[in-house]
């Protein structure tokens, strides 16, 4: 029972570079999330999705670039990366995101990426 | 714009009941109250949530205000492996509404 996952859980990459990094579901959840966590700011959400091939901004999509081709894979690309775009990055996926009264967000380990 | 507004840390002793407060004044009539914890650099951990009843799980139990502008997460036994950072957040639409959290310390 994987769960969700993500790779790698470590980059260290240069400005300018792309980069992308990986979430995989294996429950089939029909929503999936990802978000940067930076000191003294919380979990900040960047996009989400609500099936295969249906994406939509969250509230810093600015950098980013994301797909959905198959249910269980949500990448997240970061098509010319900057300094600023050092975070930890979390993915995350739910059954839906209508808040009904089972519905929640299972979050995966993480991957820490630091932009030199 | 916060949604929600919590203490930045808090310490409570092993065995005893851990309060966290939270503020979401402005919450509308049917956004839910979602509390999860962070442990460590680990993925956020879903514990409670609610719309407008009290709830009580096998984790922790939510105490939502008859207004809904503020609710209150009690771990009533505390433990050690309770100190982590613990997010009030409000669920509106499709997107989770984090804020930066309250750092719990359960001391020994």
């Known amino acids: 029972d994987a769960g969700i996952t993500q790779s790698p859980r470590y980059k260290i990459t240069e400005t300018g570079r792309q980069v992308t990094l990986m979430c995989h579901q294996t429950w089939s959840h029909s929503y999936m999330f990802w978000y940067r966590q930076d000191l003294g700011h919380g979990l900040r959400l960047i996009y989400y999705?609500?099936?295969?091939?249906?994406?939509d901004k969250g509230e810093v999509p600015d950098g980013y670039v994301v797909s959905r081709s198959k249910t269980e894979n949500f990448p997240l690309t970061l098509e010319s990366a900057t300094r600023s775009q050092t975070s930890v990055y979390f993915c995350?996926?739910?059954?839906?995101?209508?808040?009904?009264?089972?519905?929640?967000?299972?979050f995966g380990p993480g991957t820490r990426l630091t932009v030199l | 714009d916060a949604k929600t507004t919590q203490p930045t840390s808090m310490d409570c002793a092993e065995g005893r009941a851990a309060n966290l407060p939270c503020n979401h004044s402005t919450i509308s009539g049917n956004e839910y109250v979602y509390w999860y914890r962070q442990i460590h650099s680990q993925g956020p951990q879903y514990i409670i949530h609610?719309?407008?009843n009290n709830e009580t799980n096998e984790m922790a139990s939510l105490i939502i205000t008859e207004d809904r502008k503020s609710s209150t997460l009690i771990l009533p036994h505390a433990t050690l492996r309770d100190t982590a950072v613990y997010y009030c957040i409000v669920f509106t639409g499709n997107q989770f509404y984090f804020g930066t959290g309250t750092s719990l310390t359960v001391i020994p």
């Open positions: 999705s609500a099936a295969a091939d249906i994406t």
């Open positions: 995350a996926s739910s059954e839906s995101a209508v808040a009904h009264s089972t519905d929640t967000q299972y």
């Open positions: 609610g719309l407008k």
